[in-house]
C-alpha cells in the first residue's frame, strides 16, 4: 500500500526528503491537501523505513556499478604534441642557446 502511494505521490510531482530524521515534502500548490496529510500522518513510519530502503538501494547499486576499461589514447606509434609552453622554450632555446631565458632562481 505504502509503495502505491508513494508512487501515485511522486506521479502528482510530490517529493519527500529526509532532513535530522524529520520526514519533509515539497509538492506543487494544491497537491497536498487534508486527505494526503492524514495518509502521510498515519503511515510517517513506513514512508521513513520506504525512503531509508531506497537510499541504501541507490548507495547499493552506485558501489556495484561497473567502471568503464581505461585504454590509452595514444599507441605510442606517434610523439605526442608538445604544449604551448613546450613549444615557447624549444623557441628560445633555438632563438639563444646560451642564454638561460626559461630558468627562473625563484
Same mark, same amino acid.
Given at each position: 500500500m505504502i509503495d502505491d502511494f508513494l508512487k501515485q505521490a511522486a506521479q502528482s510531482?510530490? #517529493?519527500f526528503r529526509l532532513e535530522s530524521g524529520q520526514l519533509k515534502a515539497t509538492a506543487p500548490k494544491g497537491v497536498?491537501?487534508?486527505e494526503f496529510s492524514a495518509v502521510v500522518s498515519a503511515h510517517r513510519g513506513q514512508i521513513i523505513a520506504a525512503l531509508? /530502503? /531506497?537510499q541504501a538501494q541507490a548507495q547499493d547499486q552506485s558501489s556495484?556499478?561497473?567502471l568503464p576499461e581505461? #585504454?590509452?589514447v595514444l599507441d605510442g606509434s606517434e610523439p605526442? #604534441?608538445?604544449s604551448f609552453a613546450q613549444e615557447r622554450l624549444y623557441f628560445l632555446q633555438q632563438l639563444d642557446r646560451d642564454g638561460g631565458h626559461y630558468h627562473m632562481p625563484l
Open positions: 510531482g510530490v #517529493r497536498i491537501d487534508a531509508l /530502503s /531506497s556495484t556499478m561497473a581505461l #585504454r590509452p605526442c #604534441r608538445a
